[in-house]
Structures are given as C-alpha cells and as structure tokens.
C-alpha cells in the first residue's frame, strides 16, 4: 500500500491510495490562499513599489525592503511593495490557482475512483475531468455535489470579473497593448529566478518560488460537464467497486460532508477523515463515530487551523464587535463563503440583534448564488441535525432564514449592483473572503470610514496578506477566526476512541497529534508532507478471488476422513469438525490459472499451452496443532527403531514442549560410543524441528510428523 501527498498544505487535502493495484483519489482542494499573492481590483496603486504618497527618496525601510536593484528593474513591471510584502499587480495578471501537484501522476487513466469529503475540497476536480484523461469513478453526497457547483460557479464569476476589470482599467490608461503584452509574464521561469535571488535571506524568499506552475481557472461549461460525472450518494451507503467497498459517515461539518470508510471485507480497513466537527450545536448531521472505528489505516487532514480561538470565543467576540459597530451607527461587512458556518451565523446574529434591542438592524446576503443556498439549506432536511429535520416535519422551515426574510430583517441580493441598497447600521455577508475578489472589494471602497468594521471570519487566509493592501482604509479591521473543525484536543480524543493501527498526519501536526489508544496502548504514526510517498507494509496473508463458472462445473469434492481429524488435538482450530455438530469438511483439486480482471482474481480453466506448463506435484497441505502424544506413540512403534536397537529418550522441557532423543549405535564399532549418530527432535504443538546427520532418518520423522496432523493432498 502507498499514500502518496499531492497536497500544497493541510489545509488543501489531496491524497492518492494505490491499494491491491487500484488507485484511489482522496479529495481535490485548490491551494485557495494563493489567491492572497494578487492585489484586488478596483484598488489603484502608485508605481513606485510602495503604497505611500512619498517620493522616491523615501527612505522607510518597511517601503524600501523590496527595492529591487537596477539590474531588476524590470521586476517592478509585476511586481508591487506594499508595506514590505511583495504582491502580484493587479494590471499585469489574471488570479493564478495553485492546484494541488498534480505531476506526480503520470496518467490520470489509472486512476480508478474520486472521493470527495465535502464541497470545500472539491475546487480542483474540473482541472482533472475536463484536462487530463481521467476516466475513473466520482463520487460524493448529494448536497456536495449541488453547493459545490454553486461555489465553483461564483468562483468562476469573481474570476471573470476581476478579469475584466483589468481589461477596463488597461483601456481607460491607453496601455492596452503594452499591458497585454505583460499579462502572465511574471510567471516566466527567468523572472521568478530572479525574484528569488533578490529575496533570499528576507522572511517570504520561497513565495513565488513554485509560482510557475499555478493557472488560470477553468471555466463554467467545464464546470458543467465535470459535475456531469459525479455520482451521488448518501451516508452509510456502500459503494462495491473493484472488490472495495467504500462508505461515507457524516463529519459533522457542512451539508453532506463526509469521512470515507474504503475496506475489503475481512481485510484492511482504511478511514479517511477531513473537515469534521463533533459540534452537537451546529446544523449538519452530527459526526457519525461507530461507522469509521477500528481502521488499520487512519489518513487525518485539515484539522482548525486556528486551534487557540475556540469557536464559542470567537462568535462571542464577533457578536460584540458587530454590536458595539451597531451601536455607534456604523455598517459591518463580513467577508464570507457563500455556504458554510455563514448558515450558523444568520440566525444566531438574529437573535443576538434581538436580546441587544437591535432587531431592526437589516442582514444582507449578498452573493450570486445567494437565494440557490439558502433554497438547498431548507431542501436537504435529512442532512440537517436531529432538531432541524423535526421542524421540516412541523411543516416550517429548518432554518429560520426565510421567518427574517418574511419580517424584512434579511435579504438576499446577487450582487451589489442588482438594485442593493443598504439602510445604514445594518451587517452586510459577501464574498470572497480573501478580499481580492468578488463584491467585498467594492464594498471595502464604499464604506471605508472610521465607524464601520470589517470582520474577517474565514480561517484559510493569513490575516497580514489579507489586510496589508488595505493599509490605508480608515475603517475597522479585525480577525475573529471561527473554525469548527475539530482541534488538537478532540482530535486526540477522536483517535483514542478509533485506535487506529497506523495513523498517517500532516509534518505540521507532529508535536500536537499523537496516537495513543483508550485501552494505553500506542499505534504508529508517519508524518507526511508536499510531494511525499509513504509505502505501508501490508499485512494481508490472503487474497479473495473467484472462480471461472466453466472451471467450477469440473470440481469434484471428497468428504476428510471425520474420524482421523477427531483424534488429533484439532480442538482449538476453526478449520477442522471436532463436534458431531458440525458439517465435514469437503475438498477439491483444482487445476487452473490465475489472472487478474478488474482488479479481481479469477482462476479459468488452463488452455493446452498452459497445461503444458502446469507441473503436478502431490503436496499435502496441513494445518491445526498437532498432537504430542500420537508422534511420541508413533516414534515407539516405528519398527526401524526397533530392530535396529535405537535408544530413545524423553525430556519434558515445559508444558506442551519435549525434546526427543533417538540415540543410533554405529555398526561398523559397537564399541565407540563417540560413533553413535544422534537425532535431536524439538517438538511443540505448533512446530517441530528435527536435527539429525542421517537423511533417511529425517525423513521416517516428517512422514511420522505428516501422518499425524490435518491435511489433504492435492
């Protein structure tokens, strides 16, 4: 077995499983906080490598930290310095994605099968089924296959327009050609070489280091024809495929999301989990434990990236940040995902805004998918918790979006640009959270002013990139990470409880995860990081496989002697009939070769080539313990020792262990007892070890041993 990391971090899980020669795909998550590399748009900067009004002379070294030298010049035609952190211009490029290392495989066909755990990690799959040659299986639950069209869909529309707005910006200065020429150019092997010679030795040298290899984003008719190929399935159904079985359990983390559970039956158990939450306080379905216990292999990723701001904390911080911004008549803009723990917060605001005598205060939604998530959230009832599915049944609505909407204190609008029009104090949720794209940008720019607050929720973007370029805004910004995934602690406790044989975890989670199971014992851990490949000794003894039907039709059974098996000490084995009770046991020689179909073992008939291969051996295949007592009586009664006049001996080492001692006097000198050949048999229940010189010795003994065990010959 091998696990090999296609992953740029943990926080973007892709993991390839070749397991029994089928290769299993282990979610697909862009490396989204590449994103942060890029200025927003809408956002003018001076051209002088900094953010500031002062002239060239300036001598800050915050400013001057990324002065590039004459030779390199030509890098400030890419490149901006805002407060010493060098960012990608907004006139010279499209976003760029960075996507997980996708090189390590070298075909994309001989992948079998895609499991994706939830929507957040599904951003990549467009890459594989409309650029490479993947003609494998997808699957995964319903709602993530709906809410994450939906996501990669908006993600497609912010591009676009960030895309355009570069187009507008070049023609409004008359570059249009000159910038043309310069789109995507810093991503230019010799560029960046230079780049990173000038940044060696400073905090961020390796930034751009692989930028080379990020790309543009697709597009959404690929998006279209990629969900085409998505099977979709729900919790605790199994999936048989190439003698696999894989289920998923929910996490516990967003609608549909999912651990996945990939065994054999009677063999290797693998589990799967990313993304979860043993919140009982949230909407999905809570985290499901007994369908993932017990796994030989455990993979852990994407655990809260911020485990030292408990979500509680920090949802009491927002609540009283946002009511203090209220209060003063100012507006709170929450960069934000279109469907996450955004459900969580509309009614929990709500009803803070209610106990805090401000239940006038409108909440907007604003997002091209808005009113298609907010449709799905009251649709997918049965993914929702146990109090949620008992109001579907009333019949009202599961969330209470649509009661704040009836009221007027919620509202949904696609963009800032259909008819919105906010009534100042209220609280405004839009995208992206990275703040380069998306709605927030222009909303940044509207509200800048000292009384209203941006809050910064979403814990994949650093808050310093995030906020750098807005340096110069007079409004409030704060980060208040909330991250209900589980933390180190109840990842600890989770894997206490599983008792995983082998756990396999990001480098990062070293010091903080450990494998320590309920009962005290420790299991192993391997640490993995970008670009490795773990092998992982299998432990499988035997193999399930099948039959050819023409094959089976020639199979002529014979019954084992019941009688011979009794009286041998069979008792403690499961193979053989030591009760009246039980069914004799049937046996059959079969002649055939074994292939391999689908990733199935098959033995069919031999064809006259290879019968003419096939060697017949007569080889008796054993199993049990065998019985002390019958070889001790066996060896007395062998005539040969008799009439030869061999002296044998005893010697009870321990319980179940004897040492047996055939002493053979030499005929030629009856009177040199140094002559004499000694035998030393070594006898348990369960081995036998015969030391002797003389081979016709040797052999009178292992035919002895042979009589006396279970067995057949074929």
């Not at 209220?326 to 009803?351: M, N, R």
């Not at 704040?404 to 104090?425: C, E, I, T, W």
């Not at 007569?618 to 065998?626: D, R």
């Not at 047996?660 to 009856?670: A, E, P």
Request: hydrophobic fraction near 30%; aromatic fraction near 10%; proline fraction near 4%.
């Amino acid at each position: 077995m091998k696990v090999h990391c296609l992953s740029q971090s943990a926080q973007s899980p892709c993991f390839l499983l070749e397991y029994k020669n089928v290769k299993i795909l282990l979610d697909c998550a862009l490396e989204i906080s590449s994103i942060l590399h890029f200025l927003p748009k809408n956002i003018n900067y001076n051209n002088n490598n900094n953010n500031n009004n002062s002239n060239n002379n300036n001598t800050n070294d915050n400013n001057n930290s990324y002065s590039f030298k004459e030779k390199d010049k030509e890098l400030n035609q890419f490149f901006k310095n805002i407060n010493g952190t060098l960012y990608i211009d907004n006139g010279c490029s499209n976003i760029k994605y960075n996507c997980p290392q996708f090189e390590m495989i070298d075909d994309f066909s001989t992948i079998d099968m895609i499991l994706i755990s939830n929507y957040t990690n599904i951003y990549a799959l467009p890459f594989i089924t409309e650029y490479t040659n993947f003609q494998g299986k997808i699957y995964a639950t319903e709602p993530t296959v709906q809410i994450g069209k939906l996501l990669l869909e908006e993600l497609v529309q912010m591009d676009k327009q960030y895309s355009n707005s570069n187009i507008n910006n070049n023609d409004n200065n008359n570059n249009n050609n000159n910038n043309n020429n310069l789109s995507d150019c810093w991503q230019n092997i010799e560029i960046l070489e230079k780049l990173n010679v000038h940044n060696v030795g400073m905090e961020n040298e390796n930034l751009y280091r692989d930028s080379y290899r990020w790309r543009d984003l697709y597009k959404k008719i690929d998006i279209e024809k990629s969900f085409e190929k998505i099977q979709s399935i729900r919790f605790n159904e199994s999936i048989k495929h190439y003698g696999f079985e894989c289920i998923p359990s929910s996490s516990g983390y967003g609608l549909g999301s999912a651990n996945w559970v990939i065994e054999s039956k009677g063999f290797e158990r693998v589990v799967y989990i990313s993304d979860s939450s043993l919140s009982l306080s949230r909407y999905p379905t809570p985290f499901q434990l007994s369908p993932i216990d017990n796994p030989d292999l455990l993979i852990l990723s994407k655990i809260n990236h911020y485990p030292n701001n408990p979500p509680d904390q920090m949802l009491s911080e927002l609540c009283s940040n946002i009511g203090s911004t209220l209060q003063q008549g100012g507006t709170v803009l929450i960069p934000s995902y279109s469907c996450g723990i955004i459900l969580d917060l509309f009614e929990h605001l709500a009803d803070y805004l209610n106990k805090v005598g401000l239940p006038y205060v409108p909440i907007y939604f604003v997002s091209s998918v808005s009113k298609a998530v907010l449709s799905y959230a009251d649709i997918y009832s049965e993914w929702l918790n146990k109090s949620k599915q008992e109001r579907a049944f009333m019949p009202e609505t599961p969330f209470l979006h649509q009661d704040l909407m009836r009221k007027g204190q919620f509202q949904a609008y696609q963009h800032v640009h259909s008819n919105f029009q906010a009534n100042d104090p209220c609280i405004i949720f839009t995208g992206h959270p990275s703040c380069r794209i998306g709605d927030i940008t222009t909303l940044i720019k509207l509200y800048d002013n000292p009384k209203n607050s941006i809050l910064l929720i979403e814990p994949d973007f650093d808050f310093k990139s995030t906020v750098l370029p807005f340096s110069k805004q007079i409004s409030r910004i704060q980060f208040l990470p909330i991250d209900p995934r589980i933390n180190f602690n109840e990842a600890n406790l989770l894997i206490s409880k599983l008792s995983p044989k082998h756990l396999i975890i990001p480098r990062i989670y070293k010091n903080y995860v450990k494998n320590k199971h309920s009962n005290g014992n420790f299991g192993m851990v391997t640490t993995i990081l970008p670009l490795d490949t773990i092998k992982i000794q299998n432990h499988q003894k035997f193999e399930s496989g099948f039959i050819d039907k023409e094959l089976a039709q020639t199979i002529q059974t014979k019954t084992l002697d019941k009688s011979s098996l009794l009286k041998n000490n069979t008792t403690t084995t499961t193979s053989t009939t030591t009760t009246n009770n039980q069914q004799p046991i049937h046996v059959a020689e079969i002649t055939g070769v074994l292939s391999m179909s689908d990733h199935e073992l098959i033995i069919s008939p031999p064809n006259i080539s290879d019968s003419n291969k096939i060697i017949h051996i007569k080889e008796k295949f054993i199993w049990g313990t065998l019985s002390i007592e019958n070889i001790i009586k066996a060896i007395n009664s062998t005539k040969q020792f008799k009439n030869n006049g061999d002296s044998i001996e005893y010697f009870e080492i321990n319980e179940n262990y004897y040492l047996i001692k055939i002493t053979s006097k030499n005929k030629t000198n009856n009177n040199n007892d140094d002559d004499n050949q000694v035998t030393n048999i070594h006898l348990s229940p369960h081995n036998v070890n015969i030391e002797t010189s003389c081979e016709t010795t040797r052999r009178l003994i292992s035919d002895i041993v042979l009589l006396n065990c279970n067995g057949f010959y074929i």
